[in-house]
């Protein structure tokens, strides 16, 4: 009863999200990270459904990361995103959808700030006269990638050849979504679901017939924290924040973690590894770690394609124990090789964690 | 000389992330960065309401507000509508340009970060850039990124990124136009001035150490001397 309440308000809060014509923008980590996570977001949208997203090389980081690093002022960040945007206008576009949720959340703040005051508003768009010789421009609609994910799931859900079920038992598999901190929990008005039930990965994972695994950490931060991951020193901030999401979850024995942040999904499957390396610890069964994806990741298998052309093989937690259980077929010959069957080795294999 | 907390109340974020606060401690209750570091946001937003000069500069010399992890949890749960960590991206902004960010341990890594993050925008266009991202300094990155790392190329194009190519595509290479203009950006909105400001402090203080670039660099990237732990 309870759960159905929930549910409840999760579906009542919802955003507009126009159907079709986007001007897209990338992410840094996930270029890095998950190069094929964009790719399939591409193929997804417009082989699939027959979007119109459009794509410029001119484009450039938003600069949110060195920004949340405090490496840079806020006039500068807000400059390199008024840059962004007026590519945006240039092509002629007014919807904006971008890979990153750090960059989500800047350009929601960013547009928010220009709103309370004009005359900063005025100031970026001089600076971007002299500096880009370029036109200021603000979106119409500004959306998260996996927000539109979100609006087609149930079309991909009527294409798919996998389901988030066992294909054995019948039975929906138990899934943790994790949403990146800075989707909405700075305006919550602007994801879907708002900061309190965001329902943008658990529409997916509903539509594609998993289980949703509600646990007392659900909300809490990956930990990335910027400066607290990229120095050294101040690396223990980050893993004990994953260390305590894994702590509350492991009793719910989840099958997989869907994300939809770049540096979620890079933080919960590398510290995995860390943890079972300095631990000795493992979430997943018979040495095995949780597999932990991106939502295209995810909807890409649902859609039947190949798991090394997603890019699974370039995360240490193999998704094996996934793949078996939703009847997905692989090559595991074929998992490490370059284009064209190229051969590229392997990774060093571990002994703590597969 | 114009006072700190006027200082403060010049930074948008600031006039943003703060209205009356009522300590009622709601930030510090959900702020991951209070659990692990001797951190309180709930104090460090009643100290800069107090106006007290002292206090204020205190902190812009002390570790404390390094701490946050910047994932605004605190701003979805502040009952009075405060942002706690726009409050404290406001404070670090201010240390750096008094040059207060030098006295503390946590406060020298900006030396670390503008290097490398303003680095990799300014040469390549991308806050993180797989070329400058190395599995010696990240092994946490796992045995899966010192393999991708030694075949960059041949992973990049498996996965269908348009690696140091022209065109669109995934990492493709930003035009040099394109660079151009983000260091115009970076000359006249303060980028530039704060990277200066950030690598001339420290390199005074790499030669007060008898200390070179690297040296220097290393020591920031990994010491961990101060009492910062909760536990
Ligand atoms: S939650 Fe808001 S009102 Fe309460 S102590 Fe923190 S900043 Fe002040
Ligand atoms: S933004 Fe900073 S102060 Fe706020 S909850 Fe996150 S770590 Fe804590």
Redesign the interface.
């Given at each position: 009863m309870i759960y159905e309440g929930k549910q409840k308000i999760w579906s009542d809060y919802q955003k507009e999200i126009p159907d079709d014509h986007y001007f897209y923008v990338?992410s840094?980590?996930?270029?890095?990270f998950f190069?094929?996570s964009?790719?399939a977001f591409l193929h997804i949208t417009r082989n699939i459904l027959n979007k119109d997203i459009f794509?410029?090389?001119?484009h450039?980081?938003c600069?949110?990361?060195?920004y949340?690093?405090?490496?840079?002022?806020?006039?500068?960040a807000?400059?390199?995103i008024a840059?962004q945007f007026a590519l945006m206008k240039k092509y002629g576009y007014e919807n904006y959808v971008c890979s990153c949720i750090t960059s989500f959340?800047l350009y929601c703040e960013t547009m928010?700030?220009w709103r309370?005051?004009p005359d900063?508003k005025e100031k970026i768009a001089e600076?971007l006269w002299?500096?880009?010789k370029l036109e200021f421009a603000v979106p119409k609609f500004l959306v998260h990638a996996s927000d539109m994910i979100y609006k087609y799931r149930n079309q991909i859900a009527a294409h798919a050849k996998f389901k988030l079920v066992d294909h054995k038992t019948g039975k929906p598999l138990k899934v943790v979504e994790h949403i990146g901190?800075?989707y909405s929990?700075?305006f919550?008005s602007k994801g879907v679901g708002g900061?309190?039930y965001p329902y943008v990965l658990a529409g997916m994972i509903e539509a594609w017939g998993g289980e949703v695994v509600d646990y007392p950490e659900r909300?809490?931060?990956c930990?990335?924290?910027?400066?607290?991951y990229?120095?050294?020193?101040?690396?223990?901030?980050s893993?004990?924040?994953t260390y305590?999401k894994f702590e509350s979850m492991e009793p719910y024995e989840p099958d997989l973690i869907i994300t939809n942040c770049p540096g979620c999904p890079y933080f919960m499957?590398?510290?995995q590894?860390?943890i079972a390396e300095s631990e000795g610890k493992t979430y997943g069964k018979n040495g095995h770690g949780i597999p932990v994806m991106t939502y295209e990741e995810v909807a890409g298998l649902v859609l039947g394609f190949d798991p090394?052309?997603l890019?699974l093989?370039?995360?240490?937690i193999g998704p094996e124990p996934l793949l078996d259980k939703m009847g997905i077929p692989y090559n595991p010959e074929e998992k490490?090789?370059?284009?064209n069957g190229?051969d590229?080795?392997?990774?060093?294999?571990?002994d703590c964690i597969r | 000389m114009e006072k700190l907390y006027d200082r403060l109340m010049k930074d948008y974020r600031l006039r943003e992330g703060l209205n009356a606060c009522i300590n009622c401690g709601t930030c510090t209750a959900i702020c991951p960065a209070a659990e692990f570091y001797r951190y309180d946001p709930r104090r460090i937003v009643d100290i800069v309401q107090s106006k007290d000069e002292a206090e204020i500069e205190k902190l812009l010399k002390s570790d404390v507000i390094w701490y946050c992890g910047e994932c605004m949890s605190c701003v979805t749960r502040c009952p009075r509508k405060n942002a706690p960590g726009l409050v404290i991206m406001a404070l670090r902004s201010l240390s750096i340009d008094t040059g207060f960010f030098m006295e503390s341990e946590k406060g020298r890594q900006m030396y670390v970060l503008c290097k490398d993050l303003c680095g990799n925008v300014l040469n390549y266009g991308y806050c993180i850039y797989p070329r400058e991202f190395h599995y010696k300094g990240h092994e946490e990155a796992g045995t899966v990124w010192e393999w991708q790392e030694k075949h960059l190329e041949d992973v990049y194009e498996r996965l269908g990124a348009n690696f140091d190519g022209e065109g669109p595509g995934a990492l493709r290479k930003i035009p040099d136009s394109d660079l151009a203009e983000l260091k115009r950006i970076f000359d006249i909105t303060g980028g530039t001035e704060r990277m200066e400001k950030v690598k001339e402090a420290a390199m005074k203080k790499a030669e007060e150490l008898g200390l070179s670039e690297e040296e220097y660099f290393n020591k920031v990237y990994t010491e961990c001397k101060g009492a910062h732990f909760n536990h």
């Open positions: 990338r840094c980590i996930r270029q890095s190069p094929a964009e790719a794509e410029t090389e001119h450039t980081t600069g949110g990361i060195a949340h690093s405090d490496a840079i002022p806020q006039e500068t807000m400059t390199i840059r959340g928010e700030t309370e005051f900063l600076n002299k500096s880009c901190c800075h929990k700075m919550p900061a309190e909300r809490h931060c930990g990335f924290g910027f400066r607290q990229f120095v050294k020193s101040n690396r223990g901030y893993l004990s924040n305590k499957d590398r510290w590894y860390v090394w052309d890019g093989q370039t995360h240490q490490y090789k370059g284009k190229k590229l080795g392997q990774p060093r294999q571990l | -």
